[in-house]
């Protein structure tokens, strides 16, 4: 060793023996080589995008980056006491290739950042497929697509949704005055999706609620639910059958 090296250590507070420096100088190339190699990855990522019509900014980006750092890194294995603390400079690298994926936002279509990862000649981005699985570059251009168009019709629905909810509310207030007339929401027990519903609560604690028509006839509303405040006997439930009108 040098007696530069000497002082350098000295200025560390560490005296390395031969066998740390070589632990040292050869994690700090390995740092390099995998630095190296992420930066490769990221091009053919980026490569495999372009050729397939993804647009660079417009349907992904990629916020890679390496960088050198200086810090101080703990080496040897605190087990068998040869751990020992030393400052080293060397490459870093991180970020990577994401696509721009629509998602909707507090009523507004908005892009967040989805990682696509590569296994040999196909990517996966999981936001945009429903199976985690790689895809043919042009395959994954068709899914992304097919999610960020989705997404579009979907926002749509919603703005559709929620004016027709604003109207029958209105209806319903108009029809039953002294009723309390309110937008919900209920879920599908099999895939626990949500919908919206309308509730209409009388002053007995009655409570009637609906949801929207089908298709584009949102407003024609159809009977979701029902709770009736007033108990009723076994006796007094008979009677009222017995005393229905035959169909």
Known sequence: MSNLENQLDLFHG???????????NDWVKRQATNAAENQENVNRIMLMLDEAGF????DYNSNFEIHEVTCDREFGYSYNNT??????????????????VNTIHEGKIKNYNSTVSREGDKLMCTSVTSQYRYY????LLV????HNSLQNSKLNRLNAE???????ITKFQNQYPK???TRGSDYYRRSYQEFPIVKVKFESGSEVSFTLGWSDDLENVR?????????ESTEALMERFNNQKAK
């Open 162 to 168: 929620d004016i027709a909810i604003e109207n029958i």
């Open 136 to 139: 043919k570059p042009s395959s």
């Open 223 to 231: 009977f979701h639910k029902k709770h009736d405040a007033v108990s």
């Open 83 to 100: 751990n020992y603390e030393y400052e080293v400079t060397y490459l870093n690298s991180c970020g990577n290739v994401y696509l721009k």
């Open 55 to 58: 647009v660079q900014g417009k």
């Open 143 to 146: 899914k992304f697509n097919e």
């Open 179 to 181: 009723a309390e007339v």
């Open 14 to 24: 560490v005296v390395l023996t031969q066998d740390q420096e070589k632990e040292v």
